[in-house]
């Protein structure tokens, strides 16, 4: 059964407008303005989730999604995820400590607390990336006639540095006629001081994508490290909890999976050679964050994983419960896959989910 659910907040636009977002352009801005089935399907998915929410929070979830567009939509996901397991939040709350947790989940037989966090990943890749917009739209700016231009390697160029050369230089590179019939496709480049610029050149019959390929960016995986920093960074805000507290971490890294988690949250698989390259020995090392040596309670009970989240896709969560944590969990929250440390045999143990349905009923955008 569909529910009714308010469209003040993203309604839809007065003039039709059949173009997708700008490279750049903040998701709601785009939203605003395109009248494309996608955006419809978007605005849909917002009023729908944000109508779930308490009354007296919702206004503050469509501000909170102008001003800091990626983690306020990772909170708006959990805390649906959390109604749709059977949870009824209230959000920020104050604790007795002063502190106000993003949530709280009052399940049938527990209540739990819950900290949702979505660090930035591969921070630097995303520096270079918004480097590259005005460059990316120069280089479409200029498209020829009949050619769609693909981007192998841009300059670096940011911000702060004049693009007058690489300008000059663009505009040269691409003052070509339109293709003639079977006319072969061109491999065009130039070396400036600020670095290469590669482009090539194909005959297209369709304007509609100036650009096609865009170049690609060096990487370094940092997602155990920033998983394990905000495992750390939250473990502070949360002490003196009266629930049990989890982490909800979303790991949006370009290469991020679920195998980063078990290395940042318990530890890593090893392997031994002799001095003959000879496998003597595998092990696991239980280094983990949540795997560390104490007499104490621990201040988190767990930490819920997710890995891309967005408007088309929810992958995850994928309960981390903490080895040491000796209360209760919700029924609830171990119907979701379970990855957790058993100490006697020293490795990651992996339960399958008993809740099967439960991406599915978010009702994600499929167009």
């Known amino acids: 059964m569909k529910v009714q659910f308010d469209s003040t907040w993203f309604p839809e636009p007065a003039l039709p407008d059949d173009t997708y977002a ?13 009248t494309v089935p996608r955006a419809r399907a978007c ?26 567009w990626q983690s306020a939509f990772f909170e708006l ?12 939040i209230v959000i920020e709350a104050s604790n007795s400590d002063g502190r106000r947790p993003d949530f709280i989940a009052q399940f049938p037989d527990v209540a739990i607390t819950v900290e949702a966090k979505a660090p930035i990943f591969d921070g630097a890749v995303g520096v270079e990336l918004k480097n590259r917009i005005p460059l990316l739209d120069f280089i479409e ?29 663009v505009s040269r590179m691409l003052d070509v006629a339109p293709p003639q019939d079977d006319e072969p496709d061109r491999e065009i480049s130039v070396e400036l001081p600020t670095g290469m610029v590669h482009l090539h050149l194909f005959p297209t019959t369709t304007q509609s994508e100036r650009l096609g390929w865009e170049a690609p960016v060096s990487l370094i995986d940092n997602s155990k490290e920033r998983i ?10 949360v002490r003196n909890s009266e629930t049990p507290v989890l982490l909800a971490i979303q790991a949006s890294g370009i290469c991020s999976d679920f195998e980063d988690f078990d290395i940042a949250l318990f530890g890593s ?20 964050v949540l795997t560390n040596k104490s007499d104490k309670a621990p201040t988190l009970a767990g930490v819920l994983a997710f890995l891309r989240v967005g408007f088309h896709v929810c992958v995850g969560p994928v309960f981390y419960p903490h080895p040491r944590f000796a209360g209760k969990f919700p029924t609830a929250l171990l119907q979701l896959e379970q990855r957790f440390y058993n100490e006697s045999f020293n490795r990651i143990q992996v339960e399958p989910p008993i809740m099967n349905d439960l991406i599915e009923r978010l009702d994600l955008v499929k167009v």
């Not at 698989?269 to 983990?288: A, C, I, K, Q, W």
């Open 141 to 169: 700016s200029k498209a020829p006639q009949g050619w769609r231009v693909c981007v192998y390697e841009l300059p670096k160029i940011g911000p702060a540095d004049s693009r007058k050369n690489f300008e000059r230089t």
């Open 228 to 237: 394990r920093l905000a495992v750390r960074r939250k473990r502070r805000q």
């Open 22 to 34: 700008s490279r750049g352009e903040h998701t709601l801005e785009w939203l605003a303005r395109s």
């Open 77 to 88: 996901m959990v805390a649906r995820i959390l109604q749709e397991m059977g949870g009824s």
């Open 43 to 68: 605005r849909r998915f917002l009023n729908q989730h944000i109508s779930h929410l308490p009354l007296s929070n919702q206004d503050k979830f469509v501000h909170d999604l102008r001003e800091r």
């Open 269 to 288: 698989s090893y392997d031994r050679y002799d001095e003959n390259r000879r496998l003597v020995e595998t092990g696991f090392m239980p280094d983990g």
